[in-house]
């Protein structure tokens, strides 16, 4: 039997630049540079209570770079055939999505905010909501 593609594999944590400095660091990130896609749109989760879950999703043309700005949390990431767990709780490294990849978020710590960089502008019909419709596209 042929051999599926292994889409997670192109799901990767990025490390970000890091200016050290005893008042504090600083991180940048420019697009096309630091992440592999043109900035277009930032969002950011906060305030989410203990035991929350976010994402339950796809996207058909949507990247995305996924930074723990503060605190802690997990994306699990999903590419029709199997699963991978990614811990972030650096502000420094970015988990990069590319498309068509099934992704669920959880594991929030108190006062996390959760960074989100994305290659595309707000667009309701690029998202994948349901898993069975998910599973029935990446399996293609
Ligand atoms: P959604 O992407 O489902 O949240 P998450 O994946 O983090 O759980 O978005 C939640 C709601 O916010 C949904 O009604 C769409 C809206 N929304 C926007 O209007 N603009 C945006 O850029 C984003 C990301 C969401």
Redesign the pocket.
Same mark, same amino acid.
């Given at each position: 039997m042929k051999k599926k593609y292994n889409k997670l594999k192109e799901c990767k944590l990025i490390e970000l630049p890091k200016i050290h400095d005893a008042r504090g660091n600083l991180t940048f990130i420019e697009g096309g540079k630091h992440v592999p896609f043109e900035i277009k749109?930032v969002?950011y989760?906060y305030d989410v209570p203990g035991g929350a879950v976010?994402?339950?999703?796809a996207h058909k043309k949507l990247q995305q770079l996924i930074i723990a700005a503060s605190g802690s949390f997990d994306v699990i990431l999903d590419d029709g055939y199997s699963r991978k767990r990614f811990h972030l709780n650096r502000s420094y490294y970015g988990l990069y999505i590319p498309t068509m990849i099934w992704r669920e978020?959880d594991n929030f710590s108190t006062g996390a905010v959760c960074l989100?960089l994305?290659s595309e502008y +707000?667009d309701?019909s690029d +998202?994948i909501r349901d898993y069975e419709e998910f599973l029935r596209m990446a399996r293609k």
């Open positions: 749109r969002y989760l976010r994402g339950g999703h978020l989100v994305a +707000y309701e +998202y």
